[in-house]
């Protein structure tokens, strides 16, 4: 899981008082023992190797450094026109030595798991571009209405470190502007599910950890998805802030996300759930408040 950690003043006043009052390292000693830890969600952490228990993902020593690996958009017609055909293609690079990536770690059953999202947070879509070659991904898309729309690919090339890449592309027709979004927690209907949310705390706070409960009914049926039970994807009312994340606890009917908005906006969320196999998108619309 991607996100953003707020500093908590009591915490880092207690781990000073802890420092100064810990005894020296004995003459001789080496450092500390490193942890293993998720590369896809790095609070995961074991002092043995082994499989997240979250993602599946292996437990890599210690936290890699952030290394961004550039991805290129590439777009037919290079002008695309709402409700046609638009062909995207994907090039990510070896940032060290400029050539392409040519092996990419699996997440989630894919190597490359791509969003779509439209300026007014009405059209969404999470797919998997097919790999043509080395380190280039192709797919085609339709988008409904001008304007601009954010493209998020999430890949993991092997050797670096998990990455999460948006690009825009602007669709002639449409006004540029921010979505004005009104608050919406009612429970929603999908395919074959209901979908309640309950937050905690009630009005999320910018830069502190939301845990976002969503009972599903029925309960029967429920069906991870994509190696998870579940998936979300969060993007501010300005389509600054985009997170892709997975359940912390899961115990269907009941499934657990935690969340730490960025910043004070309104977040539209698509969670997506898979009950009889089929996929099931609820969408809700979260404000997010500054601590006062």
Known sequence: MRRLIAACAAA????????????PPAPGAGPPPLDYVCPMDPDVRSATP???????MTLVLG????????????????????????????HVLDPRRGTPVTKFETVHEKIFHLFLVSQDLSFFAHEHPVLEGPGTFRYAATLPRGGMYRVLGDYYPTGGTPQLTARTIFVPGGKIETAKLAPDLAPQHTANLDVELTTEPAKPLAGYKTLLFFKLKPGDGIEQYLSAWGHMLAASDDLIDL??????????????????????????????????GVVNTAVFTVPVEELK
Do not use: S
């Open 12 to 23: 880092v006043f207690a781990l000073v008082l802890l420092a100064q009052n810990a005894p």
């Open 50 to 56: 082994g499989k997240c228990p979250r993602c599946g």
């Open 63 to 90: 936290i890699p450094d952030q290394i961004e690996y550039p991805l290129e958009l590439g777009i037919m017609p290079r002008v695309p026109r709402a409700g046609q055909r638009v062909d995207m293609t994907f």
């Open 243 to 276: 997170i892709h994340t997975h359940p912390f606890l899961a115990n269907p009917p009941q499934i657990q996300f935690n969340v730490i908005f960025p910043r004070a906006r309104t977040y539209r969320l698509w969670v997506q759930f898979q009950r009889q």
